[in-house]
Nanobody, 118 residues
Framework: QVQLVESGGGLVQSGGSLRLSCAAS????????MGWFRQAPGKERELVARLGGGRSTIYADSVKDRFTISRDSAKNTLYLQMNTLKPDDTAMYYCAATRAFSSTWEYWGQGTQVTVSS
């Protein structure tokens, strides 16, 4: 079992920055891909960024060069540094983890709201 708890969301003006954190606990964390998803009202949940076991990263085109995903293994914490935020980035952001040695997303946090004002 894996537990994920996000924090760091809030209200920020367009062009500003936020850093989201995801505190993870449970077994086999090092064998799981971790990621950030978001869901805006009326839209489907979408992958924002993911970080594989080999530190490989994938970003949605809409956030490339603005967002950075990272992981502090000693603290079992996943981060999402978000810069140059836009109103279109407004959404509920979720931390997620896959099954061990799998690409299936299985564990989800409760979400943290990010609101970007114009």
């Amino acid at each position: 079992q894996v537990q994920l708890v996000e924090s760091g969301g809030g209200l920020v003006q367009s062009g500003g920055s936020l850093r989201l954190s995801c505190a993870a606990s449970g077994s086999g964390l090092s064998s799981r891909t971790m990621g950030w998803f978001r869901q805006a009202p009326g839209k489907e949940r979408e992958l924002v960024a993911r970080l594989g076991g080999g530190r490989s990263t994938i970003y949605a085109d809409s956030v490339k060069d603005r967002f950075t995903i990272s992981r502090d293994s000693a603290k079992n914490t996943l981060y999402l540094q978000m810069n140059t935020l836009k109103p279109d980035d407004t959404a509920m952001y979720y931390c997620a983890a896959t099954r061990a040695f799998s690409s299936t997303w299985e564990y989800w946090g409760q979400g943290t709201q990010v609101t970007v004002s114009s």
